[in-house]
């Protein structure tokens, strides 16, 4: 497994109250299976519902995968990262958010995000939802992490002539090992040379 990461932040912002319940980043994620996602969070005053992790295709907002974590109130006072496990983790090659969701909570009963208000991750940027469409925040890079495994690459199965350069097939599907002229094409013969010539 692998992690992509931004770790950075200075500064925190609600997810709940100011952004409509949802706040990550924007990124591409080129055929990578995502298996764990984390933002680094934390709780003000003591908000409810849950708080879930999600990833969002950016080309129509539908959810490509979702993880409740649990509890909004449960989030500790000075924050951490809280990860989740996907239960069966999807491959992704496309444009996406990284979200960050809540249920709406008056003031004062927050979850906070963090983020970095310098451009970290190149053609990244933070993203905020604000009320009937998502807002990027260019120049901005949320704190966020998932792990992913990369799909396996096709599987060739090689001849035995293949998996052993030390041979040739020959006529009527037989094999021999090359010669010792044939793996060095001139070779000293009564203290001269000999060329090989294929024909």
């Given at each position: 497994?692998?992690?992509?990461?931004?770790?950075?932040?200075?500064?925190?912002?609600?997810?709940?109250?100011?952004?409509?319940?949802?706040?990550?980043?924007?990124?591409?994620?080129?055929?990578?299976?995502?298996?764990?996602?984390?933002?680094?969070?934390?709780?003000?005053?003591?908000?409810?519902?849950?708080?879930?992790?999600?990833?969002?295709?950016?080309?129509?907002?539908?959810?490509?995968?979702?993880?409740?974590?649990?509890l909004a109130n449960s989030l500790s006072t000075t924050g951490s990262f809280v990860e989740v496990t996907f239960a069966?983790?999807?491959?992704?090659?496309?444009?996406?958010?990284?979200?960050?969701?809540?249920?709406?909570?008056?003031?004062?009963?927050?979850?906070?995000?963090?983020?970095?208000?310098?451009?970290v991750k190149p053609l990244e940027q933070h993203s905020r939802y604000l009320g009937v469409a998502w807002a990027d925040?260019?120049?901005?890079?949320?704190?966020?992490?998932?792990?992913?495994?990369?799909?396996?690459?096709?599987?060739?199965?090689?001849?035995?002539?293949?998996?052993?350069?030390?041979?040739?097939?020959?006529?009527?599907?037989?094999?021999r090992r090359i010669t010792d002229t044939e793996l060095n094409p001139e070779v000293s013969v009564g203290g001269g040379?000999?060329?090989?010539?294929?024909?």
């Open positions: 497994m692998a992690v992509e990461e931004q770790i950075l932040s200075s500064n925190n912002y609600a997810i709940n109250y100011h952004n409509d319940g949802r706040a990550g980043q924007r990124c591409t994620i080129s055929l990578r299976k995502v298996t764990k996602l984390a933002f680094y969070i934390r709780k003000r005053g003591s908000p409810t519902g849950n708080v879930t992790m999600c990833i969002r295709a950016v080309s129509d907002d539908s959810i490509l995968i979702s993880k409740v974590w649990g069966s983790p999807i491959i992704i090659n496309e444009e996406v958010r990284l979200s960050c969701e809540c249920d709406v909570q008056p003031y004062g009963d927050d979850v906070f995000y963090m983020y970095q208000n310098t451009d925040q260019a120049g901005e890079d949320c704190t966020y992490r998932y792990t992913y495994d990369a799909p396996p690459g096709p599987t060739v199965n090689l001849s035995d002539t293949e998996a052993d350069p030390t041979y040739v097939a020959e006529g009527g599907g037989g094999r040379s000999q060329a090989i010539i294929i024909y």
